[in-house]
């Protein structure tokens, strides 16, 4: 076997499933599951029709490449949510079966093994794809780390220009995963400066884009700032998106890169060997979502309305605010200690979040994560809201269970 894959660190999800076992949550309490961010609100109907419509299409194999109406369908998008003006569907954009399998292919195509130490730069705390990715391809990552005390923001210059040298890949996440964050046009021109000074491909995850709370001002994206700031080829920088959130879509598995020509061609010719194409079927419902925005404004809607009211709820009883965008709460807690706190959400109010240590790794002395939960507001909006008073609840009067 691959003896790379000793490297690899639990997924969150299986520590989560260890470090609740034991506990018994309290009987009558209906549990709520406010861990995992998957979309809970219903698939809009008519993706799930336009994808029975095709199904003749299982006959035949898909080309890597999507059909040409699905990535004009994907351009089309980018331009109307970016204000791109010189975007070609045949040569910046590709069709993904979702952003994590990209997210993690990227680095086996983009890592140069053939360079000492290749290292890859990503936020902490941080989508585990992306160490993943990394360990794989033969690269170490180096972190980021995101505090409270740096807003949540890239601390570029904490890696030295040293291991910069080395770094052939940069992760990062806008708007983040966990923490909400946003880069700023700044945050871009700093980061595109490093990308250029060392030679670095940017891979931003871009998943949680069309999730924000308010519709005169959606969030930067890396295709728009590059715009904005004269690069027009995108050069160094591929951006990752998806239906699975805008759309409800996460059984979909369908996604986008879209970026810089040169890095989209070699990308390609990867996947020509990857084997990661989309059904016929699967495609032309992509093109029904990618070519709607009525379904998203109604789901950035319903988010909206859950901010609107947990937020309050929770701030009584722990210091949080609601992120820039996305859909998760990043809550500091009771104590400091996230890992006793989550046990004490389950074993109290049948509550189960995720500790923040397990979505970061200790890096210039501390882990960014310690102290805090991950909240998904993904579940309709009743069950978010009775979550939110248990946490709170617990909150208040917080006794660690034993």
């Not at 009211?309 to 009771?334: K, R």
Request: glycine share 8%.
């Amino acid at each position: 076997m691959n003896p790379r894959l000793d490297a690899l660190h639990p997924y969150p999800f299986e520590r989560l499933r260890a470090l609740l076992s034991g506990v018994t949550p309290p009987a009558g309490l209906a549990p709520i599951r406010l861990s995992i961010g998957e979309p809970q609100h219903p698939t809009p109907a008519f993706i799930g029709e336009t994808l029975t419509r095709h199904l003749d299409g299982l006959s035949t194999y898909p080309t890597t490449a999507g059909m040409d109406t699905l990535r004009e369908a994907i351009a089309r998008w980018c331009a109307r949510r970016f204000g791109l003006t010189s975007i070609d569907p045949g040569s910046h954009v590709l069709p993904v079966a979702g952003t994590r399998e990209a997210l993690f292919a990227v680095a086996q195509a983009v890592i140069d093994g053939s360079r000492p130490s290749p290292l890859v730069a990503c936020p902490n705390p941080f989508y585990q794809i992306y160490e993943g990715a990394a360990l794989l391809a033969g690269a170490t990552p180096v972190l980021l780390n995101q505090t409270e005390a740096n807003g949540f923001g890239l601390e570029l210059d904490t890696i030295a220009d040293a291991d910069w040298a080395r770094v052939q890949l940069l992760y990062v996440c806008s708007p983040g995963n966990p923490t909400g964050r946003v880069l700023s046009l700044d945050d871009w021109r700093r980061v595109f400066e490093y990308a250029d000074r060392h030679d670095v491909v940017i891979a931003s995850d871009e998943c949680y884009t069309d999730i924000y709370p308010d519709e005169a001002q959606p969030p930067l994206g890396g295709l728009q700032a590059a715009q904005q700031l004269g690069r027009h080829d995108y050069r160094n920088l591929v951006v990752f998106v998806s239906l699975s959130k805008r759309s409800n879509a996460p059984g979909l598995r369908s996604g986008a890169v879209a970026g810089d020509a040169r890095l989209i061609e070699c990308f390609l010719r990867y996947r020509t060997y990857h084997g990661c194409a989309l059904g016929p079927a699967v495609q032309h419902a992509s093109i029904a979502a990618w070519n709607d925005e009525a379904h998203v404004i109604d789901n950035r809607a319903k988010y909206r309305s859950k901010f609107a009211d947990v937020v309050p709820i929770v701030s009584a009883a722990m210091p949080v605010c609601a992120p820039d965008a996305g859909f998760y709460l990043w809550a500091p807690v009771p104590g400091g200690d996230d890992e006793a706190f989550v046990r004490t959400l389950y074993g109290r109010a049948g509550v189960t979040v995720l500790p923040g240590s397990y979505l970061g790794r200790e890096a210039h002395g501390c882990n960014p994560g310690r102290g805090y939960v991950r909240v998904a507001l993904a579940p309709e909006y009743a069950e978010c809201l009775e979550g939110a008073r248990r946490m709170a609840a617990c909150a208040a009067d917080y006794r660690p269970l034993a």
